[in-house]
Every structure is written in C-alpha cells, then in structure tokens.
C-alpha cells in the first residue's frame, strides 16, 4: 500500500522568506508525484507534478521540487514566499497505472504580511 | 479549469436520511473520484471509478455506495446519513489517471 507524510503540519513565516515543505512516501515500485494547492474557501489545484526525468520540477508561482529517489521525498520549495501563498499544500503519490492517489495530511502555511 | 460541478454545493441533513451528491463533468475523462476533506485528515478516498459501470473502493468507504452510468455523472450516496458524514465533499477527474482536477465542493451537515 502506498502512502504519504507529509512532516509539517501548520508553517508560519512572514514575507520573502523561503519556504520548504517536506513530503515523503512509501510505494514500493514506480510513482508519479504531485503538490497540490488549496487556497481558502476553494477547491485543490495542480500545484506542480514529476513524471520522470529531471528530478527537480518547477511549477506555477514559483515553486519547484525535487524528487530525490533514494529518499522518497518529493519536498516542496518557493525562495521568498508572499502574502497570496497562504493555503494548504498536499502531497499526493501515485503509484504507475494506478489509477488513484494518496494524499498526506496537508500542510498549511500561513505568510505574514 | 476542468468542467467539473457538484451539486449542491451546501445540504444540510438529519441523521438516519439519505443524502445523494452529483458530480458533472464535461471533459470526458475516464476517471472520476470522490473524496471527504476534515480537519487533521487531509483527503479521504471514498470510491472511484475508471469507467462507466466500474467503481471501486477507497480507504473510508463504509457507509458510502456510488454509481457511474454514464461517463459524465459520478454519483455518491450516503444510504443513511450519520454525524460522521459531515464533512466537505469533492470530486475529481482525472483522464489518465494521473494528474487530477477537483470540482468545486460540498458542504454537507448531518445534525
């Protein structure tokens, strides 16, 4: 069975800070990796996602991941984060032709103005 | 955004009656899901289906039953609501499997 941690439960950091999120899973084969993003009140959005290929991932925003294999962790990163990043962040895993994901817990990151 | 909606968006219930959410999408992918959201747990898997007529089971499906008869709707049913099943509800769509897209929510109350 697959399954996600994510280690982070509430972050708070005040503006143009950097932020890193952790995510780590445990699948035993093939998987495709996602963050998610859930902005107040609104539904999860695509945030970023790896496939194969170059490990280290850029998304919308800003923020990037990196897929470090022999870790199992897919962590999450913005170098300066703003006011408008405040949400809840999910790391998903899939596992190859699955057909469904895992979700972790979440993390929710304030950002202080 | 994917051409997804659920209705209702809001429903408030009592205990004991059942309860039946509609997902619509107009993307004409192969895979829709339903999930609850609560605090502290993240994303639930409660049922899915890879296609028409096929559903399977997630990991809080007790309580919950689904049906698929058509590639658009994916319907969740709560045969007799409980305290419990409050919660917000969200479907998803995915075309491959992979990456998924969310509608936009419910909101359901049991009191």
């Known amino acids: 069975a697959q399954s996600v941690s994510q280690h982070n439960h509430h972050v708070i950091l005040s503006e143009a800070a950097s932020l890193e999120l952790g995510c780590n899973y445990s699948y035993g084969g093939t998987v495709n990796l996602f963050w998610y993003v859930q902005y107040p009140g609104q539904h999860l959005q695509l945030l970023l996602k790896y496939f194969s290929g170059d490990p280290l991932v850029k998304g919308i925003k800003g923020f990037e991941a990196e897929f470090i294999k022999s870790k199992f962790s897919f962590n999450l990163r913005k170098p300066s984060v703003q006011w408008s990043d405040t949400a809840e962040y999910f790391c998903?895993?899939?596992?190859?032709?699955?057909?469904?994901?895992?979700f972790g817990d979440g993390t929710t990151l304030t950002v202080k103005p | 955004d994917a051409g997804i909606t659920q209705s209702p968006r809001h429903k408030v219930t009592e205990t004991g009656t059942p309860v039946t959410l509609r997902c619509h999408q107009t993307?004409?992918?192969?895979?829709m899901y339903w999930y609850r959201q609560d605090p502290g747990h993240g994303l639930r898997l409660i049922h899915y289906s890879y296609g028409v007529k096929d559903t399977d089971k997630g990991e809080v499906s007790d309580g919950y039953s689904v049906s698929r008869s058509k590639t658009e709707d994916f319907l969740l049913t709560l045969e007799s609501a409980t305290s419990s099943q409050t919660s917000v509800y969200f479907c998803?769509?995915?075309?491959?499997?992979?990456?998924?897209?969310f509608g936009p929510g419910t909101r359901l109350l049991v009191l």
């Open positions: 998803a769509i995915s075309d491959r499997g992979e990456t998924q897209y």
């Open positions: 998903a895993v899939n596992g190859l032709n699955a057909g469904k994901s895992t």
């Open positions: 993307e004409n992918h192969r895979y």
